[in-house]
């Protein structure tokens, strides 16, 4: 918190802004502040002078210390004062000022000066002049300032506990702005929410007011019907500020959305979004935590018309429309859950017209997982909408039953750590092939290190599998098929792994010089005889470049013996870190059936890849990937990040380019893409920010998208500002490429959030 330190009295800056402030949000926190708890009566027999005072409570056996420079008692009066720096304490609370005067016979305490009154939770009261009972329970109170633990002040002119135990406050102010600035000079807050009573429940730590009013900048410009909030930061009932968008083809939104928390562990949120141009849309989210887990359930639903046929004619047709998302996790026991979620859409644009994802495929899972020191079981299932203009539904599998379990031996064998494996998967298409494997196996991996300083690791496996495919036809790809009906194989791999680390000095810093040598070697395997459901995706890169097999899944296993090398280094000294790994590797069987050209592992002779990464504090990110042709030294792939400035000022760009030239193999096409984002500030609070998507893949390189060789996807551009406590802008956004009734265009969205108040 700023504005008003935790451990010093109210100054005037602070009082000033206690009378200018009148709030909901500032009421709650008042009334927290000044909740007192139990400390019954005190009993003490006599009293005398003295620098410290302990005395005993009536009641429960419980304490309050005076602490303080001089402590006097009135037999006659049968007063208690204590002057200079006076500390009261209590299990619940505390009070510091400068004079404390406790009337034991109407159990009144009244303290003076410079007081801060904290309360059991950590909220603290600054005033001048504030009332206790014998109970720690604040009374009366004058020029107040709250400053809540969970973030803002609450200011009022004056507080009064009321007999039912609520605490009235009037003139009363909230906000979570600072009331100076960095240098210590008064400031006006960016907003504050005024009311002109407020009033505090301390039993369900809830303050509630009336004629709340919304002023941004000094200027009053939203009411506030019915606010509420907790003192304890939790979230309270009530409406959510709306929010405002154009689009080019709903026309102009407005959506507003009503919180409603139900109990501690279970709240709903029901909306809705009107348009100028469409029907209206309805929206609602449902959360629960339980005792095993949490679920959520959310939805929407509206009507309009939409692309029915995505053909060379396309036809529209106006139907009821909408999108379901629910997920959870439930924890059974110790070892056991349960996960799952479920996407559906009714389209495959209705996501993208209405700006609610960008996914182009919705993913239905559910997953029972057993999970131990030594073991791990997966249970698994789930299926795939596709929101793909041209893709085929009835392609996409419904994978049902996926199951995994894995094993270590506690014991080891010949030294080394034996793993079990038993794996199962069935995949069924409406309009497809159908697949079911099966397969078990073993992985021994033994790891030494030479008193040389090599670390060596010898790996030995052995899997046997079997595959049970249908309507393999179906298939475009001839590779991908397999044969029809039930065919079986085997696998083993061997291999040996030696790394050499050298550290040493160097550029005022240190290094690591690392040369790495492994050899695999595997006899052949019938890779064409089954079908490739999970392993298509192939391509040579510095994540895969050690791997015992450099498919992606189970489906392809690269045989033959092959030789692969490489060279990491490393060198970090203050505030920089650089990384550079390069490598390639060489094969020694000619069958090359299972890699398509272009994919850098056609040919005995790999090309070579590597990665760099560069990193000055957190100034600078760079990483670098890249594939070189090992005949021409082309590029063939080249994938560029980086990441330049803070957090206030930034530029990032990405780019890749796929020049791999893969005629054979559908989904693996050449690719060019360049993206960038930004952010710059404009003196302390405003900034400009931008993005863009741009596809820069030619004709030549891709004939079934015809692109033209630059096509901007997506672009965007805002303006924000943004202080300590508020922050609102506006942002535009364009789209190039249609979908349907998900047309281009361009879009408008202003935003608006206010802290501590979950206005968004």
Known sequence: ????????????????????????????????????????????????????????????????????????????????????????????????????????????????????????????????????????????????????????????????????????????????????????????????????????????????????????????????????????GRAESGFLVPDIRIDQVNGLELSGDYYWRISDNQDLTIGASV?????????????????????????????????????????TQSDPRGYLFANGRFVISPDWSVTGSVRLASDRTFLRRYDLSRDDRLRSTFNIERITDDSYLSLAGWATQTLRINAEQGQIP????????RHILKNPVLGGQVQLQANTLSLIRNEGQDTQRAFAGARWDLRRLTEFGQVVTLTGLVRGDVYNTQNTLATITDVYRGNEGWTARGVATAALDIEWPFVGEAFGGTQVFKPRLQFVASPPIRNLAVPNEDARAIDLEDSNLFALNRFSGYDRVEDGAR????????????????????????????????????TGLSERVSDFVGRTEVRFRNDLKFTHRFRL?????AIRRNEIDATIGSQRNYFEVGYLRLNRDIQTVEDLQDREELRAAGRFTIGRHWSVFGSGVVNLTSAAEDPVFSPDGFEPIRTRLGVAYSDDCIEFGATWRRDFIDAGDARAGNSFQFFFALRNLGFR
Request: glycine share 8%; proline share 4%; hydrophobic share 40%.
């Open 1 to 232: 918190m700023t504005g008003v330190s935790m451990g010093r009295a109210v100054t005037a800056s602070d009082r000033v802004f206690a009378r200018c402030m009148t709030s909901p949000l500032a009421l709650g926190a008042l009334a927290l502040a000044a909740l007192a708890h139990t400390a019954p009566a005190i009993a003490q027999e006599n009293a005398a002078p003295a620098d410290q005072v302990s005395v005993e409570v009536d009641g429960n056996g419980e304490r309050i210390t005076f602490e303080a420079d001089q402590v006097t008692y009135d037999n006659e009066a049968d007063t208690l004062t204590a002057r200079g720096t006076v500390i009261l304490r209590s299990d619940q609370a505390s009070v510091r000022a400068n004079e404390v005067v406790w009337d034991r016979k109407t159990g009144e305490i009244v303290a003076r000066g410079n007081i801060r009154f904290v309360d059991k939770n950590g909220n603290q009261v600054f005033t001048e002049s504030l009332t206790l009972n014998d109970r720690f329970e604040a009374g009366a109170m004058d020029e107040l300032l709250l400053a809540l633990r969970a973030g803002g002040r609450l200011a009022a002119r004056s507080a009064q506990r009321n007999e039912d135990g609520t605490v009235a406050l009037t003139d009363a102010a909230y906000s979570a702005c600072a009331v100076v600035d960095e240098d210590g000079c008064n400031r006006d807050p960016s907003w504050r929410i005024t009311a002109d009573r407020v009033s505090y429940d301390p039993a369900n730590e809830r303050v509630s007011f009336d004629g709340a009013m919304l002023e941004l900048f000094g200027a009053r410009i939203l009411p506030l019907p019915g606010l509420a909030i907790r003192t304890d």
């Open 275 to 315: 348009y100028s141009e469409v029907a209206p849309m309805v929206r609602g989210q449902w959360r629960h935590l339980t005792e095993r887990g949490a679920y959520q359930i959310t939805g929407y639903a509206t009507s309009s018309s939409r692309v029915s046929n995505f053909g060379q004619a396309p036809t």
């Open 398 to 405: 419904l994978a049902i039953p996926a199951l995994d379990y």
């Open 563 to 598: 030789v692969t090398w490489g060279v990491d280094w490393e060198l970090t000294k203050p505030g920089w870190r650089v990384k550079s790994t390069i490598g390639q590797s060489y094969r020694f069987s000619t069958e090359r059936e299972i890699f398509p050209d272009g």
């Open 629 to 633: 042709d090992k005949d021409s030294f």
